[in-house]
T-cell receptor, first 112, second 112 residues
Framework: GQQLNQSPQSMFIQEGEDVSMNCTSS?????WLWYKQDPGEGPVLLIA?????ELTSNGRLTAQFGITRKDSFLNISASIPSDVGIYFC????????????FGTGTRLKVLA | NAGVTQTPKFQVLKTGQSMTLQCAQD?????MSWYRQDPGMGLRLIHY???????DQGEVPNGYNVSRSTTEDFPLRLLSAAPSQTSVYFC???????????FGDGTRLSIL
């Protein structure tokens, strides 16, 4: 089946640093979504992107819908300890369908 | 406002047993879906529903049944549990558009 490749798989950063992660595919997507999952909980939707080139922010988080429509990027500025968790991207392959494909996640650990 | 409620939180089954995972939402969302999350993999769509009386298959539907008799409830049935169905199951809902917007906290299911 379709796969979304997320990188890096995991990362340790110092508190206050900026973080960048990305999600790539060989297929074109119509919508990109970014989620955060804390241990023992369900994913929480952070940002939704709907068109190529779109740049959207949610507080310290900024995500971009890649121009080729095959990738998306998430940046976190000035990381804090509560940013710890797993970040997932998800994409909608075909407009008008209800099927979203999830990436394998980027595990973020913040060192105080 | 409870959001999306999943029960039970944990369950251990023997191979061949059947059971129903419950999912309820109180936000009057039309779209509901079931995902499974396995280590090292992204969430995979099992079944989804775009409204009461309407269901469809996702990426990994085999071994699972669903029904949607009301807007609020979307139960997932395992017909004859197999060890390969050991996973964490998440239910999600959204108002429109299909993008999984609100997730429950998951049901952790082990099949022995």
């Amino acid at each position: 089946g379709q796969q979304l490749n997320q990188s890096p798989q995991s990362m340790f950063i110092q508190e206050g640093e900026d973080v960048s992660m990305n999600c790539t595919s060989s297929s074109i997507f119509n919508t990109w979504l970014w989620y955060k999952q804390d241990p023992g909980e369900g994913p929480v939707l952070l940002i939704a992107l709907y068109k190529a080139g779109e740049l959207t922010s949610n507080g310290r988080l900024t995500a971009q819908f890649g121009i080729t429509r095959k990738d998306s990027f998430l940046n976190i500025s000035a990381s804090i300890p509560s940013d710890v968790g797993i970040y997932f991207c998800a994409g909608q392959l075909t407009s008008g369908t209800y099927k979203y494909i999830f990436g394998t996640g980027t595990r973020l650990k913040v060192l105080a | 406002n409870a959001g999306v409620t999943q029960t039970p939180k944990f369950q251990v089954l023997k191979t061949g047993q059947s059971m129903t995972l419950q999912c309820a939402q109180d936000m009057n969302h039309e779209y509901m879906s079931w995902y499974r999350q396995d280590p090292g993999m992204g969430l995979r769509l099992i079944h989804y529903s775009v409204g009461a009386g309407i269901t469809d298959q996702g990426e990994v539907p085999n071994g699972y049944n669903v029904s949607r008799s009301t807007t609020e409830d979307f139960p997932l049935r395992l017909l004859s549990a197999a060890p390969s169905q050991t996973s964490v199951y998440f239910c999600a809902s959204s108002l429109a558009g299909g993008q999984p917007q609100h997730f429950g906290d998951g049901t952790r299911l082990s099949i022995l």
